[in-house]
């Protein structure tokens, strides 16, 4: 069993910049990946990374703006997220899986933290 806490949410200007946080308890090393939603909308693949945080995968719509990395020493995830654009706004979501590699499909993730929002000001 998987935990996720997510943290660092909150408002920003646009062109501001944000760091989220998540979590993972539990002894295993998950592969992760954050996913948004905004009002109205489906949820949506943001970026990926694997276990050992060798590879990463990114939406086009956030490809160069923001960077997931990882510290397995603390079992946590980042997403610096940079260039912030009001359409970046959205409740965000912490996922792991228990496959080594990247996945950008929602339905793979067996485990979800509680969501954190994310909201970017015009």
């Known amino acids: 069993q998987v935990q996720l806490v997510e943290s660092g949410g909150g408002l920003v200007q646009a062109g501001g910049s944000l760091r989220l946080s998540c979590a993972a308890s539990?002894?295993?090393?998950?592969?992760m990946g954050w996913f948004r939603q905004a009002p109205g909308k489906e949820r949506e693949f943001v970026a990926a990374i694997s276990r050992s945080g060798s590879t990463t995968d990114y939406a086009d719509s956030v490809k160069g703006r923001f960077t997931i990395y990882r510290d397995n020493a603390k079992n946590t995830v980042y997403l610096r997220m940079n260039s912030l654009k009001p359409e970046d706004t959205a409740v965000y979501y912490c996922?792991?899986?228990?496959?080594?590699?990247?996945?950008?499909?929602?339905?793979?993730?067996?485990?979800w933290g509680q969501g954190t929002q994310v909201t970017v000001s015009s």
């Open positions: 539990g002894r295993s090393t998950p592969a």
């Open positions: 996922a792991a899986h228990r496959r080594p590699y990247t996945v950008s499909v929602a339905d793979e993730y067996e485990y």
